[in-house]
């Protein structure tokens, strides 16, 4: 029996006056809708140059197989990607051959972190990690950001760092040690290699792996102004970084906040979702 389908919206934790995200009896359908948003997170990721040749990916967890989960097939450009293209994959690692796209290439960095995310947090849908240029460069500093902006505070408390460097993730003991340290928390710092983000959506995620992009862009800004002056950034204070942080950190804060890219993305490409029957046999 297939597996019961993962809920996308949690009607409590949206306030009346915001739409909840649309809700899905028949998994099969749910399953052709991850697909399609899973690809439009691709092509945000390529619009904004998150891609570094082959490297990064972003995952999301299968509505009727909960073992499994969807991923890109490597060596195709994000920006090129589309439902059809992608890879169903256990968390052995194997590519699910009936449900799969043509190109079965798969990222071995990809499957040792993510089955590795998936597997220790149930609660998530979708993990993403690059090697963005400025949460890279922070990376390199092996430090927590600081409360020091509103969208700072979405990570207030919500971030962890794992600080070692063993080079490329080949082995499922690294991709462990990057769940663990990830712990609970939406965001990890991968020191000298970039960041992961891993939420209860596909648009969540994709919101605060930009925002957090941001952020380490604003704090090395910050604090090289600072420098200058002989200063240290002014940091907001904890009960109000911790309740910026209830209101912007939430997961429908960041289903929220990342709507307008999909609209925008609707609207630049002309292609919504559409739901066909035949999407059944895969």
Same mark, same amino acid.
């Given at each position: ?138 990376? /390199?500093? !092996?430090?927590?950001?600081?409360? =020091?902006? $509103? ?8 971030? @962890? &760092?794992? +600080? ?16 663990? /340290?990830? !712990?609970?928390?939406?965001?990890? =710092?991968? $020191? ?8 209860? @959506? &596909?648009? +969540? ?16 800004? /910050? ?60």
């Amino acid at each position: 029996m297939p597996a019961p389908s993962i809920s996308t919206r949690s009607e409590k934790d949206f306030p009346r006056n915001i739409p909840p995200p649309q809700a899905f009896s028949d998994p099969f359908e749910q399953r052709a809708f991850l697909k399609f948003r899973l690809a439009q997170a691709y092509r945000i990721f390529a619009k904004y140059g998150y891609d570094e040749g082959v490297a990064g990916h972003i995952t999301v967890r299968d509505p009727i197989r909960q073992d499994c989960y969807w991923v890109n097939p490597w060596g195709v450009h994000f920006k090129l990607m589309q439902p059809e293209l992608l890879l169903l994959v256990d968390h052995e690692g194997k590519i699910q051959e009936k449900e799969s796209g043509p190109s079965r290439y798969l990222n071995q960095a990809a499957y040792m972190i993510h089955s590795a995310v998936h597997e220790a947090r149930p609660d998530i849908l979708c993990a993403a990690h690059s090697h963005t240029m400025h949460a890279k460069a922070f990376s /390199a500093l !092996g430090v927590p950001l600081d409360p =020091i902006t $509103q969208d700072s505070c979405a990570f207030y408390n919500d971030l @962890s &760092i794992y +600080s070692e460097f063993r080079g490329i993730v080949e082995d499922h003991k690294e991709g462990l040690a990057i769940a663990t /340290a990830m !712990g609970s928390n939406k965001a990890v =710092i991968l $020191q000298n290699h970039g960041i992961l983000v891993a939420t209860k @959506s &596909i648009e +969540s995620t994709v919101f605060f792996f930009i925002s957090l992009e941001k952020c380490c862009q604003v704090q090395m800004l /910050a604090d090289q102004a600072a420098a200058a002056r002989g200063l240290k950034p002014r940091l907001i204070d904890p009960v109000n970084a911790a309740d910026t942080h209830r209101h912007l950190g939430s997961e429908m804060g960041g289903w929220f906040n990342a709507i307008p890219e999909f609209q925008l993305l609707e609207h630049e490409e002309g292609k919504k979702f559409e739901y066909l029957t035949a999407q059944k046999e895969n």
